[in-house]
């Protein structure tokens, strides 16, 4: 831990003088930024400890028999659950008061996401899901599904290209504040017990096997999300496989169309892989996942579909109440091009210009109780051409979460979190102090 620490510290001395240009790759409704990118973005899994857990999540949102959540319950005994089926979903709403002032940026926290909007009240999320599980016990072939959807603020971040992407300019040419995503994730899967200890295939669109934070708040450690999540995929589509080699090892393989695309004209292959490691009694885990294909920033169509990535997840449960999680990124793609504003002012052009960009994460997590926790992040992350965030250089977040689960269906969370740019990337300055008071129903 110590030593991913450090790591992170010489990244900061490293790049204290890199001088910082804006590209804004997220375009707000009441700044838009000159010559913006708009990467489209999706949703990722949870740090995970076994092969499948991000469904054994699932099902311990309330499967227990006392804290069966809403509409499992106004279900039970229908033929809906007689089938295999489940139904769940959320809504989360926050009050993000932040130091940000002045009429037209009261709504612009940008680069910070999901929770931009300042000094405001916003309906995040309010999602929906339909699935059939696996009991993963059976040694038997089955079959499942997932569809989930998404309206709200949010969906600005999480729509993919081809699908629902259109909404991004139907306002003037810029986003609508409130969206619908009909599909964060749609697919099909089959169980294969036979296959090694263990294969489920997925085909369709599902969340990236990438980094350790999720679109779902519920299984997020704080309300905001690191730099490096939203500067990565969220989801892919395509056919995956994850197997499980044996009780220490879990291999993942499959051919995808891009980030954060879905199938059609954006649509191009790319190979979504990785393997991890994970020691006897789960204590710790590294994994590496990767997305390799042409990495190149499409000009036709004005949206970054393909880039490489290659992430090392390290956890560490030093008991049943402390974690520690490092994970990494570093992501390029080539022939980026757009009008690019430095910290001063000046304006300069992107011509078929390779760019990188990569983070550190650390999390120290620490269960106070069952209905108790608290995370403290630190982040670490690099914009090298400014094409993920708008603005070139350094950032450094640090952010304080406490999450309050006072009922199974209704959690209370907030954070205290202070983001450092090198560039004056939030609306003109350097730094952003937010402190969001978030809500979750659960259902």
């Known amino acids: 831990m110590v030593i991913s620490w450090l790591m992170s510290g010489l990244m900061v001395a490293g790049q204290a003088g890199a001088a910082p240009k ?25 740090n995970t400890t076994s092969p499948f857990k991000e469904k054994e999540e699932a099902i311990e949102m309330g499967e227990e028999k006392e804290h069966t959540l809403f509409l499992m319950r106004i279900l039970e005994g229908s033929a809906f659950e007689k089938a295999g089926l489940s139904a769940r979903g ?29 000094n405001q009240f916003m309906m995040e999320q309010t999602s929906l899901t339909v699935e059939k599980l ?48 009909p599909m964060t994730q749609g697919y099909i899967a089959a169980w294969l017990p036979n296959l090694g200890d263990g294969t489920e295939v997925k085909v369709g669109k599902f969340w990236t096997t990438i980094f350790n934070e999720s679109i779902d708040p519920t299984l997020n450690r704080t309300v905001s999300r690191a730099i490096t999540f939203m500067s990565n995929p969220f989801t892919n589509s395509g056919a995956l496989a994850t197997t499980k080699l044996n009780d220490r090892w879990t291999m993942n393989n499959g051919i995808v169309a891009g980030a954060d695309t879905f199938f059609g004209s954006a649509a191009e292959g790319n190979y979504l892989g990785g393997l991890k490691y994970e020691t006897e009694g789960a204590t710790d885990s590294i994994a590496f996942n990767t997305m390799l294909g042409s990495a190149s920033y499409n000009q036709g169509l004005k ?20 974690n520690y999680t490092l994970d990494t990124m570093y992501s390029f793609a080539n022939n980026f091009e757009g ?33 108790w926790s608290t995370t403290s992040r630190v982040e670490f992350f690099e914009d090298v051409k400014g094409v993920r965030t708008g603005y070139e250089g350094l950032y450094s ?47």
């Open 22 to 46: 804006p590209v804004s790759p997220v375009v707000i409704p009441d700044a838009p930024a000159p010559g913006s990118i708009i990467p489209v973005r999706q949703d990722i899994p949870p």
């Open 90 to 118: 959320y809504t989360e709403a926050n009050y993000n008061i932040s130091n940000q002032t002045g009429q037209t940026v009261r709504k612009n926290n940008l680069p910070q996401a999901m929770n931009y909007m300042g």
């Open 134 to 181: 696996f009991d993963y016990e059976k040694k038997e072939f089955q079959w499942g599904f997932n569809v989930t959807a998404l309206a709200g603020t949010d969906y600005r971040f999480t729509a993919s290209n081809n699908l629902s992407a259109g909404q991004l300019t139907a306002n003037g040419g810029l986003p609508n504040t409130y969206g619908i995503d």
């Open 303 to 322: 949206v970054l579909n393909s880039y490489d990535v290659f992430e090392i997840l390290y956890s560490h449960n030093f008991n049943d109440n402390w």
């Open 339 to 371: 009008t690019v504003t430095n910290r001063d002012g000046s304006v300069f052009v992107l011509n078929n210009e390779w760019a990188c960009w990569y983070g550190f994460v650390n999390y120290l997590t620490y269960k106070i109780n069952d209905k």
């Open 397 to 443: 977040t640090f952010t304080q979460g406490v999450t309050w689960q006072f009922r199974p269906g209704l959690w209370f969370r907030t954070e205290l979190r202070y983001d450092y740019a090198q560039a004056r990337a939030y609306q003109g300055n350097h730094g952003l102090f937010t402190l969001p008071l978030d809500v979750i129903i659960r259902y």
